[in-house]
């Protein structure tokens, strides 16, 4: 865990210089191993140099505006080291550059493998045998087609990048294979360039771009030559104009060689996705529109709802409706069912494991039957159920309690390491203190009678702070700035994630008063407020 530096000087983020040099000066009081002896010199010399670290850095303007925005990892990266009369933003776009940078040199060597597999199956004979062939059916549903696809994905240099595709596929009236190579290069964030070659079932050369004209508007293009036999060459291509309104609603038209038009709208809401498309050609029009609807959505798990309708003047209608849902932080399970006129009822189950995809086109009818739409709808939902309760939530349940039990053990390690600190502190601080005591005792001020920190109803969950926060006292004041307690020395993080409070009991001028504040509520005494009545 990362030291809080204005915690730990105890400081808000406004603070000043002055407020700066005055808090580090007073806790070297407490802590500059000079002034303690041999014996408790190391402990001292430990935490005087966090003290210290935190103090160059506040007190560097350069240094702290890094810290303000990036914490220590800014600090880390090397930016100072390029820094001379920035600004804030200036400071920025230098950070994120060096960043950018070193997330290149990291790629440099780094290949990003792709797989896709695809399988299509026929499974009508399913929806018509009885029980005596069920089995039988079963175990010999034939594979129509079997497609494999694998990539790699290379930088060669900053704003160049490489990849190569092969696929090879079977199905029952042929077997070929393809390989594709595409090289783009990035001229800027807003700018792309992409060409690709891909031979194997004929030769196809193709030619795609992307530029953001302004912060709304980008297009789009693409081209293609084919030759697919020796005496026939085919051109493609087209464009596509877009516009981006806000984060949650894009426009698009697009315009193909082929004499066909196409417009497009996506609007997303919290929980909801809407698409619609309309498509005109010199011999066809398709209407299609599709509805996601987020379900429950958490750190690891999502689910959503699909449906979409298609008309299409040449294929019939056709509707979608399925599933997606989130298994664990890389893999995601995909159910759609199709029903249309040309289609017939088809299931699709897609598996994605981070980079790899695996895909099930099983076809129950080519006609619509309604046990065929029985079978595709209610088949994947009863084998989810059998998988999810027999094989995934064990799996998932085991994860989890190691993933726990790690944590558990790492959070324990720390907790012990802070707490060890914390106690050499505030013997350390056992000097100074008595010392504050006896000094605002004999004025009349403010002297804490009692203090604990931590969580409140679990009694192995709270500390005595009562000597750390009495050193703290100036004048008999006392100020703490609204950020979480755990960073001020002589405290720890008693309870990762729980909420935690402040009680204090104190006198000034001989007149009891007491306070409890949440961990991130500023604090300052004395007050009026704090008054116990009847005293």
Known sequence: MEDDYYSLLSLSRNCTDEDIKSSYKRLCIYYHPDKHCHANRESADHIYQKIRQAYEVLIDPKLRTIYDIYGVQGLESGLHIALQDFDKNQIKETYERILRQKKEKEQDLACNPISNISVELDASGLCYSNRETYITELLNIPVNSFTIAQSVEAPLTDSNKMTVLCTAINNEDYTTGMVSTTLRHTFSNDTWLESAFTFGHGATLTLNGYKRLT?????????????????????????????????????????????????????????????????????????????????????????????????????????????????????????????????????????????????????????????????????????????HLLVI???????????????????????????????????????????????????????????????????????????????????????????????????????????????????????????????????????????????
């Open 215 to 387: 912060k709304f508007l980008f297009a789009t293009f693409r081209s293609q030559v084919s030759r697919i036999q020796e005496d026939l060459i085919s051109y493609s291509g087209g464009g596509t104009l877009g516009c981006s309104i806000g984060d949650s609603t894009t426009i698009k038209a697009d315009i193909s060689l082929d004499k066909s038009m196409k417009g497009i709208i996506t609007k997303s809401w919290e929980k909801l996705i809407a698409y619609f498309s309309y498509r005109m050609a010199l011999d066809n029009q398709v209407v299609t529109m599709q509805l996601v609807r987020t379900i429950s959505s958490n750190a690891q798990s999502t689910a959503h709802l699909e449906c979409s309708a298609k008309y299409d003047l040449v294929d019939g209608a056709h509707i979608e409706y399925g599933a997606s849902k989130q298994l664990t932080e890389y893999s995601r399970l995909t159910a759609l069912v199709r029903v249309g006129q040309a289609t017939g009822v088809k299931l699709k189950l897609m598996l994605s494991r981070g980079r790899h995809t695996y895909r099930f086109d099983i076809m129950f009818s080519d006609v619509i039957e309604p046990v065929a739409v029985l079978y595709g709808t209610f088949l994947p939902l009863l084998t989810y159920s059998a998988l």
């Open 393 to 535: 939530k064990p799996y998932l349940n085991r994860i989890r309690a190691e993933e726990t039990e790690e944590k558990a053990e790492e959070m324990k390690s720390q907790l012990e390491k802070a707490r060890e600190e914390a106690k050499q502190a505030i013997q350390l601080m056992k000097t100074s203190y008595d010392r504050t005591v006896d000094t605002e005792q004999c004025k009349g001020g403010l002297v804490l009678v009692q203090a604990w920190y931590g969580v409140f109803g679990v009694s192995n969950k709270l500390i005595d702070v009562t000597i750390p926060l009495q050193c703290l006292v100036s004048n008999s004041r006392l100020f703490l700035p609204e950020s979480s307690k755990s960073g001020l020395v002589g405290f720890y993080d008693v309870s990762f994630g729980e909420k935690k409070q402040l009680a204090v009991k104190y006198k000034f001028r001989n007149v009891m008063h007491e306070v409890m504040i949440d961990d991130v509520e500023p604090l300052r005494i004395p007050k009026q407020s704090h008054k116990i009545n009847g005293t």
